[in-house]
């Protein structure tokens, strides 16, 4: 199954289920593309000198040529007290959802959205998530967010 990551950044508010968002792999891809999932899938090593990859269960692969797109994680030990308060929708559903308990029953006064190092996935997407934010708190609270005095997104 993949998650379109894309679809995070709506969870907090509601706006997306998992169903929403989640599709078959074999659906998605071309017949004519041969997928390998699970630990065939997993590499483990790269030997460009042969042209070739091993992955976890010790088969090799080889090819002609190699495109790597492994993505990136969110290294969040890498600063300093951030993991003390972390709450995110851009790293996996489970946190998506964290947040959005959150920022439901939100009743603070401040939120700041950081990023801490490029690069992340999406760097659009804080930006989209601060302008629903302060839409969503709005209309939990029946007035604009950060014209309550003293309240803000940062
Ligand atoms: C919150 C959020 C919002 C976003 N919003 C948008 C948007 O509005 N519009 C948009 O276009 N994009 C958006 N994106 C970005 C988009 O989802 C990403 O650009 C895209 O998922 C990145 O694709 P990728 O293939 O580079 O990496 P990924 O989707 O992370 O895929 C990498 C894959 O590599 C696999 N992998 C890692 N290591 C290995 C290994 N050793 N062997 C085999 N496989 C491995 C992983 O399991 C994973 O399946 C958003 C992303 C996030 C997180």
Do not use: W
């Amino acid at each position: 199954m993949n998650i379109n990551q894309g679809g995070f950044t709506f969870i907090p508010f509601g706006l997306y289920t998992p169903e929403d968002i989640s599709r078959s792999r074999k659906k998605l891809i071309s017949p004519r593309v041969k997928c390998v999932f699970r630990e065939d899938g997993e590499i483990e090593r790269v030997d460009l000198a042969n042209r070739e990859v091993t992955v976890k269960t010790g088969r090799n692969y080889s090819c002609d040529y190699l495109v790597i797109a492994t993505g990136c994680i969110a290294d969040v030990g890498s600063v300093q007290g951030l993991s003390d308060d972390f709450n995110t929708f851009h790293t996996s559903l489970e946190d998506a959802f964290k947040l959005r308990k959150l920022v439901r029953t939100f009743d603070k006064e401040h939120i700041v959205i950081s990023v801490a190092q490029m690069p992340i996935p999406c760097p659009g997407a804080p930006g989209k998530f601060a302008v629903m934010l302060d839409a969503y708190l709005s209309s939990l609270h029946f007035q604009p967010f950060q014209s309550r005095e003293g309240k803000g997104i940062l």
